[in-house]
């Protein structure tokens, strides 16, 4: 049974750091891409970060220049590094597989998930 367990997630105020990580159980990256998601309460989930098996990433707008996927192969682990947060990145974030989803940019630009993880939250006070 595969699980993806994020963590890393709190409060902290404009400009500042978090590092989310995502612990893949039963899961093995190797093919297509994975993905970190976020959401808002009543808006749909938007990709925001993804890297694929070659190590190719591909960013939204938003966060480009702020933000850094990575993977650990020894770790089985993926995270999120996000730096100079704003009020309007505070939202859950999700992390996800996307073995099918192609390269990094088709995983952002045509998200084909497979696997969910439960989403941490992130809120960015001003």
């Known amino acids: 049974q595969v699980q993806l367990v994020e963590s890393g997630g709190g409060s902290v105020q404009t400009g500042g750091s978090l590092r989310l990580s995502c612990v893949m159980i039963g899961y093995t990256f190797s093919s297509g891409s994975m993905v970190w998601f976020r959401q808002v309460p009543g808006k749909k989930r938007d990709g925001v970060a993804a890297?694929?098996?070659?190590?190719?990433?591909s960013y939204a707008d938003s966060v480009k220049g702020r933000f850094t996927i990575s993977h650990d192969n020894a770790k089985n682990t993926l995270y999120l590094q996000m730096n100079s947060l704003k009020p309007e990145d505070t939202a859950m974030y999700y992390c996800a597989a996307s073995p099918l989803g192609g390269n990094a940019i088709q995983a952002l630009e045509v998200p084909l998930v497979n696997y969910w993880g439960q989403g941490t939250q992130v809120t960015v006070s001003s």
């Open positions: 890297i694929d098996k070659d190590g190719k990433t």
